[in-house]
């Protein structure tokens, strides 16, 4: 927790400086998205250019295929051996992922034959919506006592459709801001109203996350079943 966001801020002001130094040296350009690689190619040596141009395929690739993959993972793990076959066998759940895992990939091949005219308009949007669905639910569940469940799953459902609506059908909503602002008020005010709603969270939930080594060594000894 204290190392990550130093990290991220590094990252972050890193990416935001080379955009603008593309902007600088080619304010001209019709689509944005060239603006970083002409920008290398230009003012670097070729071997590091070439180093700097693997780095994000390298990086793209290693995100596609993770993300194929977890999705593959969710249907096959948490809708497919949850609520169609609860006894489905290895072999089965192999075959059954491989297929599912094919079939994601095709779709998001044919998809990227004709891709969008500007893609960071695309990575802005889901960066945005990640921001809305995860970052009140983990901070407030990491920091406060009270979050629980039901103000979480609050948090994400409304947040995430109140992004939606703002992007696209009622643009009404982001009241003339970037929608990831009153999004992210309305997933506030919604994990709060569930939190204090539902049910407060179990002392041993409590314990495990705010208690001393001691208390969670007691804990454990009164959960061990007495034989």
Do not use: C
């Not at 080379?18 to 060239?34: K, N, V």
């Not at 290693?62 to 066998?89: E, F, K, W």
């Amino acid at each position: 927790m204290k190392v990550g966001p130093f990290v991220m801020t590094v990252l972050t002001l890193g990416f935001l400086t080379m955009g603008l130094m593309a902007r600088y040296y080619h304010p001209d350009l019709e689509t944005g998205d060239l603006g970083l690689p002409m920008t290398i190619a230009e003012l670097l040596p070729s071997g590091l250019a070439g180093v700097l141009f693997a780095a994000p395929l390298a990086a793209v690739m290693s995100t596609v295929d993770a993300m194929i993959l977890v999705v593959s993972g969710t249907i096959i793990r948490d809708l497919y051996a949850t609520y169609v076959n609860q006894r489905v066998s290895d072999g089965r759940t192999s075959a059954v992922t491989s297929v599912t895992t094919l079939t994601l990939t095709a779709i998001v091949l044919v998809l990227a034959l004709e891709p969008p005219d500007y893609l960071e308009y695309l990575v802005i949007f889901a960066i945005g919506g990640l921001e809305v669905a995860f970052f009140i639910p983990l901070v407030l569940g990491l920091y406060w006592k009270r979050g629980n469940a039901l103000g979480a799953g609050m948090a994400m459902i409304g947040g995430s459709t109140w992004y939606a609506l703002a992007n696209d059908a009622v643009p009404e909503l982001a009241l003339g801001m970037f929608p990831v602002a009153t999004s992210s008020a309305v997933a506030l005010v919604l994990y709060l109203v569930g939190s204090y709603v539902g049910p407060a969270p179990r002392r041993e939930v409590l314990v495990k996350f705010w208690g001393t080594q001691a208390e969670i060594d007691k804990l454990d000894d009164m959960l061990v079943p007495i034989r």
